[in-house]
């Protein structure tokens, strides 16, 4: 590491390494506050993909070649990069999938379709994602589960009292987002790892929102899974990862099925392969999860504490400047109290003409419901726009989003 | 800032958004219906009123929620559409909407232009009995 943990971002240099920052459209320079839905990928990430099929491209696991040897070892390693990014013993907890929503799926075919029945309870948050929320609400149809919403307060914060009333002996699995993706809400997810372990159900955090922005370490939230994408950290998109307990992994059968996963196939039976590779079927994101641990690397010479403070200084920066006016409702927490993103609406106008107008100066921000639908119906809206920040975003970009809605509302008013 | 307003909101259409002509219920309509645009939640109800042959429409109102585009399509919709016959309605088309708006509509933002036509084109189909379905949404737009 460079620089000390206590030393600001150098973001000016941190934008060299992302040539697409320059980009102009009609004169104006963009400005790339839409990082909770993709982060930009920095040269070092670009370059090691370039080089990946420029020297090592092979198939993974079979080839006694060279290259499909360089390829395998590189592919294997990334594995090992990654779990010491999170915490995790090793390799054989770090699961190579495409996404978040695919890590998701994993747990809840491999594990919930098997193990959930009528009588079980499956606990999620008010403000889960829908890669969460739409995958175990629909494990619960397929087993005659009950899916309960532990509630958001007025805040935007988890009510745990609810929390703790809900999780009881029935709770086979508690699945909470650890940072909100439209609330920028930080979860106390240790606190609700311990009520679920008391009542001996599993443990699930969706971390797409926390990898990408702060130090995370697994075994200190004992989580039983963990889930992000790559392409929220600086990383390709079409990889995530899921993490899982070794003897979870070990006891839970394969999702997917095929090559790769087996260790011995007749026409009647198959066994499989040791972890991670039982839940690797088929010919795996290589490029892209050897990209992922330079992306790891790119992130830990910043420094993840580095990272995860000028967030934070942006998110609040975000939060005081729009709180200056009164027509700007702003969703969630305070601005000391957020992670790196901010959602609001601006009174008459709807969160999509905001965002288009706001797209005329270049400006990129996210409006919709941010796949948070039911929270957005709970909230009393239909949509939001959200600025979300990284680690190249500067106050005077969050300068031009206040200045550019003001056009907004100048337009509309 | 150096550009002088949105390409995509004339004067025009926020004019009709931010004023909606024939805003409002016709207690005596021929027909009401409603539809959605899901993805961005715009909503429209249209009560219309066709002549005494029911082969023209005479008045139409509305009333919604949404973003600029969605609205002020139904505001510029509901005059364009007073004294059209049934059949010109069942005519129209996307391209027909884009026209009447006078701007380039983004394609990620067509399902908000098109959603008040959609509603009176669906209200009349199941009036005539061609067609059943309790609310029209966009998400079904196969054109
Ligand atoms: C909190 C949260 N969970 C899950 C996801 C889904 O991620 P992906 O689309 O990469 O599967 C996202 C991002 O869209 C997210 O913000």
Known sequence: MGLSESEPLDTSAIRDDFPILEREFRGEQLVYLDNAATSQTPDQVVDNIAHYYRNTNANVHRGLHHLSQEASIAYEEAHDRVAEFIGAEGREEVVFTKNTTE?????????????????????????????????????????????KYIRVDDEGYLDMDHARELITDDTEMVSVVHVSNTLGTINPVTEIGEIAHDNDALYFVDGAQSVPHMPVDVQDIDADFFAFSGHKMCGPTGIGVLYGKEHLLEEMQPYLYGGMMIEKVTYEESTWHELPWKFEAGTPPISEGIALAEACDYLDDIGMERVRRHGEELAEYAYDRLSEFEDINILGPGGDDRSALVSFNLDGVHAHDASEILNEYAVAVRA?????????????????????????????????????????????? | MGIGGSDMYRQQILDHYKNPRNYGEIEEATFTHVGENPMCGDTIEMDVVLDDDEEAIERVAFRGDGCAISQASASMLSEQLAGMSVADLEEMDRDDV?????????????????LAEKVAQDGAE????EKDVDRTTTEDDEE
Not at chain 1, 382 to 397: D, G, L, P, Q, V
């Open chain 1, 103 to 147: 890590s998701m799926n994993t747990v809840a075919y491999a594990w919930g379709l098997a193990e959930l029945g009528p009588g079980d309870e499956i606990v999620l948050t008010e403000m889960e994602h829908h890669a969460a929320l739409v995958t175990w609400q629909q494990i619960a149809k397929k087993t005659g589960a009950e899916v």
């Open chain 1, 368 to 413: 919709g419901d941010h796949c948070t639908q039911p929270l957005h119906d709970k909230l009393g809206v239909s949509s939001s726009t959200r600025a979300s920040f990284y680690i190249y975003n500067t106050k005077a970009e969050v300068d031009k989003l206040i200045d550019a809605l003001d056009e907004a509302r100048q337009l509309f008013a």
């Open chain 2, 98 to 114: 884009v026209d009447m708006l006078g701007v380039d509509i983004s394609p990620m933002r067509i399902k908000c232009a098109v």
């Open chain 2, 126 to 129: 199941i009036y005539f009995g």
